[in-house]
C-alpha cells in the first residue's frame, strides 16, 4: 500500500505515538485528520503538521463519547470524501492496586481504550470497507500479559486485542486490513498522564524512559506494516520476550512480573 493522497485518521493524536503516527503517515502524503480532547494542543500538533507541508484537519472529540466520534468521521469524509485508513491510538493509563482503585476510574480507562476504539472503527468502518483500506489498533505487551496495578489498562488492551480478531475475521474478504500494533516501553507521556486510584493523573513517570523505544520508532514501524499488511506488531526485544514467555511459562511469568514491577519508584507493592 502507498500512502499518497490516502485519507489517516489519527485519534489522540495530540504527543506521543499519535502525533509521531500523523507525521509519519503524513510525510508518505496521505491526508490527516487528527483528534484530541484539549483545544490547545490540538492546535499546536496541527499547526507542527501543516509546517511540515502535511494537509491536516484538527477535530476536536473525545475518545470516549459515541456522538463525537459518529461528528469525527462525517467530519472527515465530508472534508476529504473518504478515509482509508483509521488509527485506534487515543488511550489513558492507570497505576493503582485494584483494591485500592474507584470503579469510576476503571469505566474512564475502558471508555477510552475500549469504547474508543469500538466508536471510532463503527463509524470509520463503511468508508474503509468501501476502499479496502486499513483499521490499526495500538494495543500494548499488556495485551497479551496482564501487569499487577495496571487491571483496568491491561483489561482494556485484551478487550481490544479481541475485538480486532473478531473484525478481521468478518472483514477477511472485504479487502479490509487489520493490524493490531503492540509497542513495548515506549518514551511517551502516557505513564505521566496515567491515573491514580481516585482518577489524578500521576505525574512523573515512575520507569526510566532514557532506553525506551521513541514515539517516531513505533511510528515508523507501524507505517510499514501497514504498508506490508501485516496482522501483528509487536515492537522491542523485551516485548516479544514477553509474549513468548507468558505463552509457555505463566506461572514463573507471574512471580518474574510482579518483581519488575515492585522495583518501579513508588510501588503500591512497598
Known amino acids: 500500500m502507498e500512502f499518497k493522497n490516502k485519507v489517516v485518521v489519527v485519534?489522540?493524536?495530540?504527543?506521543?505515538?499519535?502525533?509521531?503516527?500523523?507525521?509519519?503517515?503524513g510525510k508518505e502524503g496521505a491526508?490527516?485528520?487528527?483528534?484530541?480532547?484539549?483545544?490547545e494542543k490540538l492546535e499546536v500538533e496541527r499547526k507542527i503538521l501543516a509546517d511540515a507541508g502535511i494537509q491536516v484537519i484538527a477535530i476536536l472529540a473525545d475518545a470516549g463519547s459515541e456522538?463525537?466520534?459518529?461528528?469525527?468521521?462525517?467530519?472527515?469524509?465530508?472534508?476529504?470524501?473518504?478515509i482509508d485508513i483509521l488509527i485506534n491510538n487515543a488511550g489513558i493509563s492507570m497505576r493503582a492496586l485494584f483494591q485500592d482503585l474507584d470503579l469510576?476510574?476503571?469505566?474512564?480507562?475502558?471508555?477510552?481504550?475500549?469504547?474508543?476504539?469500538v466508536y471510532a472503527t463503527k463509524y470509520c468502518l463503511p468508508s474503509i470497507l468501501e476502499n479496502k483500506g486499513s483499521i490499526?489498533?495500538?494495543?500494548?505487551?499488556?495485551?497479551?500479559?496482564?501487569?499487577?496495578?495496571?487491571?483496568?489498562?491491561?483489561?482494556?488492551?485484551?478487550?481490544?486485542?479481541?475485538?480486532?480478531e473478531s473484525l478481521r475475521t468478518e472483514v477477511?474478504?472485504?479487502?479490509?486490513?487489520?493490524?493490531?500494533?503492540?509497542?513495548?516501553?515506549?518514551?511517551?507521556?502516557?505513564?505521566?498522564?496515567?491515573?491514580?486510584?481516585?482518577?489524578?493523573?500521576?505525574?512523573?513517570?515512575?520507569?526510566?524512559?532514557?532506553n525506551m523505544m521513541s514515539a517516531e520508532d513505533v511510528a515508523e514501524a507501524i507505517v510499514k506494516a501497514t504498508r506490508?499488511?501485516?496482522?501483528?506488531?509487536?515492537?522491542?526485544?523485551?516485548?516479544?520476550?514477553?509474549?513468548?514467555?507468558?505463552?509457555?511459562?505463566?506461572?514463573i511469568m507471574d512471580g518474574m512480573v510482579y518483581r519488575e514491577m515492585a522495583k518501579e519508584p513508588d510501588s503500591p507493592f512497598k
Open 11 to 25: 485519534t489522540g493524536a495530540t504527543s506521543g505515538i499519535g502525533a509521531a503516527c500523523a507525521y509519519a503517515f
Open 31 to 39: 491526508k490527516i485528520a487528527i483528534t484530541g480532547r484539549n483545544p
Open 67 to 82: 456522538e463525537e466520534n459518529k461528528m469525527m468521521a462525517n467530519q472527515v469524509i465530508s472534508t476529504y470524501g473518504k
Open 104 to 117: 469510576e476510574v476503571f469505566r474512564k480507562v475502558m471508555d477510552t481504550n475500549f469504547w474508543g476504539t
Open 136 to 164: 490499526v489498533g495500538i494495543s500494548s505487551i499488556n495485551g497479551f500479559r496482564g501487569t499487577p496495578a495496571r487491571t483496568a489498562y491491561t483489561a482494556s488492551k485484551y478487550a481490544m486485542n479481541g475485538f480486532f
Open 172 to 210: 477477511m474478504h472485504n479487502g479490509v486490513h487489520v493490524l493490531v500494533a503492540s509497542p513495548g516501553f515506549t518514551a511517551s507521556n502516557i505513564r505521566t498522564n496515567a491515573l491514580t486510584a481516585h482518577g489524578s493523573s500521576q505525574g512523573e513517570s515512575p520507569r526510566d524512559e532514557s
Open 228 to 251: 506490508k499488511r501485516k496482522r501483528d506488531l509487536v515492537l522491542t526485544t523485551q516485548g516479544k520476550l514477553a509474549v513468548f514467555l507468558n505463552k509457555w511459562i505463566p506461572g
